[in-house]
């Protein structure tokens, strides 16, 4: 490392209570997605004491700070999750809620960071901004949508997840870069960083009976049959799936959730188009009325070559190039990062320090320094990378980004486009009945 690196690491080192006490409260203080008041509010206070100005999302969780270096440049976006998962099982679940995806340590790290570029001359020879956000909601899964679907109807919301929604509200209009690192596990490498993941969309079901002799559960049995055969003909796809189950059968209504993962947002597209032909069918062979409403979820996530080059060689430089891992493998999860790299040049990296399974009922930050502390000086450096004289690097992975991203207003539209409630309408003429879904 040169000199100025290792100052920036030596920055996070001196914050290292100040990581460790925010990485244990916000431990201890789990918040589903669009409900982490607790944290915002703790997260707020600390960047307050650091003399940062916060802007807040207000009507839901969240916020931004900006640190400028006083020259024009790039500005760079540094973001952290704030939501825990429903996991009651997890063995130090807080009312059934638990941060088994690390979430609190993503927060952690910001605040370190949010406290090394307040110190003197961690600005030195950078030019352009930084905004260091802390975000709302990005898990999702179907034990969640109909509280966020109830969030979009009442206007709340616009979209279900936190990132693409903050991208609506304007937080992300003058970002020219983003980055944000997730907290995973691993013991022969401190950094990892896959080629992209799948993008996901939900679809959330209900069947009612139209008369006593209807049958709701039919209607879902049908769907589900239906549903499963169709994947036959998409199976041949690696990067695409489907996952049909039924959530609730009560009082004669059936309500399901479908979620369809896919690497191409055409063919995100088709399979959904696919699946309202199977819901129609079996709400006509039944006699029920279909409520359908879609949710657009996330975007794929797609990792530019300039940038996870750069990264990967900032990652070496703190741990050594044999405690690196950057590859190929294509994740068919999704992260609602992805929803920002297509439209900004963008990196989900991936620091180690967590113990058992993202997601599990074990899981915890089992190595600070690993999970936060080489999270923050990994961000920290790859913002000198991009900064420097005169953001040479940060030009260059804009630049070529611009050949192939996708405008932002442009972007939303398509993703808003898909957010919407439909319902079945029947009807008949000259004995032929038919049925549509109108919205």
């Not at 022969?188 to 139209?210: A, E, L, Q, W």
């Not at 609730?248 to 597209?269: A, I, N």
Request: hydrophobic share 40%; proline share 4%.
């Amino acid at each position: 490392m040169d000199q100025k690196q290792t100052l920036l690491c030596e920055f996070v080192n001196q914050g290292r209570d100040l990581i460790a006490a925010a990485e244990k409260t916000i431990w201890e203080n789990p918040e589903l997605g669009f409900e982490e008041w607790k944290t915002h509010a703790y997260l707020k206070a600390e960047f307050e004491k650091l003399g940062y100005q916060v802007v807040e999302a207000g009507n839901i969780p969240g916020f931004y700070a900006d640190i400028d270096t006083g020259k024009p440049g790039p500005k760079v976006l540094l973001t952290a999750e704030m939501d825990a998962l429903l996991q009651p099982t997890h063995k130090h679940s807080v009312g059934g809620n638990a941060h088994a995806c690390g979430h609190h340590a993503q927060c952690a790290a910001l605040l370190g960071v949010a406290y090394a570029l307040q110190q003197p001359g961690a600005l030195d020879g950078l030019c352009g901004s930084v905004r260091l956000m802390a975000v709302p909601s990005e898990e999702l899964s179907s034990s969640n949508m109909p509280r966020r679907n109830q969030m979009v109807r009442e206007g709340i919301i616009r979209f279900t997840q936190g990132k693409v929604e903050f991208m609506h509200r304007g937080f992300m209009d003058d970002v020219d870069i983003a980055m944000m690192v997730h907290t995973t596990l691993g013991k022969d490498h401190d950094f990892r960083c896959d080629g992209g993941c799948n993008g996901i969309m939900y679809k959330s079901i209900v069947f009612t009976p139209n008369s006593p002799k209807s049958n709701a559960l039919q209607a879902a049995t049908l769907a589900m049959n239906g549903i499963n055969t169709l994947w036959a003909t998409f199976a041949d796809n690696p990067y695409a799936s489907m996952w049909p189950r039924v959530d609730l059968s009560l009082k004669g209504r059936s309500e399901l959730t479908v979620s369809v993962s896919c690497k191409e947002l055409d063919l995100q597209k088709k399979i959904s188009q696919s699946i309202d032909r199977v819901l129609l069918g079996a709400a006509a062979a039944t006699d029920t009325t279909l409520e359908l409403q879609d949710n657009p979820g996330c975007g794929p996530l797609l990792h530019p070559k300039m940038l996870l080059d750069l990264v990967a060689d900032v990652c070496a430089d703190i741990v050594g190039s044999d405690r690196v891992k950057f590859r190929s493998y294509w994740n068919r999860g999704g992260a609602d990062m992805g929803d920002v790299s297509q439209v900004l040049p963008a990196i989900h990296l991936n620091a180690c320090g967590g113990s058992c399974g993202v997601h599990s009922d074990n899981f915890y930050i089992a190595d600070l320094d690993r999970a936060c502390l080489n999270s923050a000086k990994a961000q920290l450096l790859t913002v000198q990378r991009l900064l420097e004289n005169d953001a040479q690097k940060g030009k260059e992975i804009i630049a070529d980004f611009a050949t192939r991203g996708t405008p932002m207003a442009e972007y939303l539209a398509q993703r808003g486009a898909i957010s919407q409630i439909r319902k079945t309408e029947l009807t008949e003429e000259d004995g032929a009945l038919s049925i549509v879904l109108k919205a």
